[in-house]
């Protein structure tokens, strides 16, 4: 900036820089924008406009300091202690002066998770591929359990774990197990009967009159994958006092 005097005695003044400031700063990304939540530290590469030097970011409620590379740049070293727990923080420039950007999301995934598995259901035997994040490498590293029985792992790698359903296992959540901790399935795993049966009564109520008798049909019902290849032996207990029950047969099949 020079001041100039009109002529004749006129002249011309020492130049002075004056500085336009670029106004409040502008957060556009966040390099990675997610991470898993495992307590290790993160750096931060943030991108935008008008960052001046001295600037600190806003992460989630803590005041972190952050390295300067250019009014579009700044790099962030997050603590270990922030980034524990799953969840989403907002991530904020203030320049000194306390002039503020906008926020951005970035968000802590879970260290270890199921997302997925297939089948839904199937009987013991059945081998089951599990996806999700976390898991070891190191096959005998990670414990699987259908509702609370544990399963034997045939393979898998950190995103895919492939397990045979256990001989005792009923149905219930699938659970996973490390170092990281332990995932369980959002939905449960349902153990089907390859050979099962029910029984059903027709009419399923009689009344007896004193001194009378009555009659029910006993069926026997296959309700297993395969179709029940034997017969079940009948009882009948729970009578009230004075009433006695006579059985056709023993047994019934289909």
């Known amino acids: ?3 100039r005097n009109p002529a004749p005695a006129g002249g011309d003044s020492i130049a002075l820089v004056f500085t336009v400031a670029g106004g409040a700063p502008v957060l556009t990304s966040i390099t990675p924008h997610s991470a898993l939540a495992d307590g290790q530290p993160k750096v931060l590469a943030l991108t935008g406009r008008n960052f001046a030097s001295g600037a600190a970011v806003l992460f989630g409620a803590a005041a972190l ?3 300067f590379n250019s009014a579009a740049s700044l790099t962030i070293a997050v603590p270990g ?3 524990q727990a799953p969840g989403a923080l907002s991530v904020t420039v203030v320049n000194p002066g306390a002039q503020a950007s906008n926020s ?3 968000t802590f995934t879970p260290a270890l998770a199921i997302t997925s598995f ?3 259901a199937g009987p013991v035997g059945t081998a089951v591929s599990i996806q999700g994040v976390g898991f070891n490498p190191l096959l ?3 414990q699987v ?3 609370g029985e544990m399963a034997v792992l045939v393979s898998g790698n950190a995103t895919t774990l492939n397990a045979v359903v256990p001989l005792r296992a ?3 959540a699938i659970t996973v197990t490390n170092s990281l901790g332990t995932a369980t399935s959002a939905t449960p795993f349902t153990v089907e009967e390859r050979e099962a049966f029910d029984i059903t009564l027709s009419p399923a109520a009689i009344q007896v009159p004193p001194g009378g008798n009555g009659a029910t049909r006993v069926t026997l019902t296959s309700t297993g994958l395969n179709p029940y290849p034997n017969a079940a032996l009948v009882s009948v207990s729970g009578l009230p006092a004075g009433v006695t029950s006579v059985l056709e047969r023993p047994s019934v099949y289909l």
């Open 145 to 147: 359990r259908f509702n």
């Open 81 to 83: 202690t922030l980034t």
């Open 140 to 142: 005998s590293a990670n």
């Open 104 to 106: 951005l999301t970035f």
């Open 65 to 67: 300091p952050a390295t």
């Open 1 to 3: 900036v020079r001041v």
């Open 118 to 120: 297939a089948p839904a």
């Open 170 to 172: 009923t149905s219930g």
